[in-house]
């Protein structure tokens, strides 16, 4: 059963920094394209970031230049470095995973990815 768990959420000051990490287990990692979506409270869930499986990267224009998307096969993770956060930046962040048969595609829309993880929060706030 694939599994999907995000971590290294927290508090942090604006222009602070956090990486979060996806463990993901139960299918085959490499094969798949992933991406980091997140949801602040009243809002609608929105993409971040996607990499393929040769590391083409996407990003959404809010956090270009501030946060950095990459995966590493070998330990089935998936890593997002944010830097310079700003209070718009809190919301629950997620993992996601592509369905199968396409990994060179950049998937942008929730309904494009097949499997989930919990989530973790993040709050930039002075």
């Given amino acids: 059963q694939a599994q999907l768990v995000e971590s290294g959420g927290g508090s942090v000051q604006p222009g602070g920094s956090l ?5 993901a ?6 094969t798949r394209s992933m991406g980091w979506f997140r949801q602040a409270p009243g809002k609608e ?3 971040v970031a ?3 499986i040769v ?9 270009k230049g501030r946060f950095t998307i990459s995966r590493d096969n ?4 998936l890593y997002l470095q944010m830097n310079n956060l700003k209070p718009e930046d809190t919301a629950m962040y997620y993992c996601a995973a592509d369905r199968p048969g396409r990994p060179l ?12 993880g919990q989530g973790t ?3 930039v706030s002075s």
């Fill in 19 to 23: 990486r979060l990490s996806c463990a």
């Fill in 25 to 30: 287990s139960g299918y085959t990692y490499g």
């Fill in 45 to 47: 869930r929105e993409g």
């Fill in 50 to 52: 996607a990499i393929n």
């Fill in 55 to 63: 590391d083409s990267t996407k990003y959404a224009d809010s956090v």
């Fill in 74 to 77: 070998a330990k089935n993770t």
């Fill in 105 to 116: 595609y950049l998937p942008s829309r929730p309904d494009e990815y097949h499997y989930w």
């Fill in 121 to 123: 929060q993040v709050t």
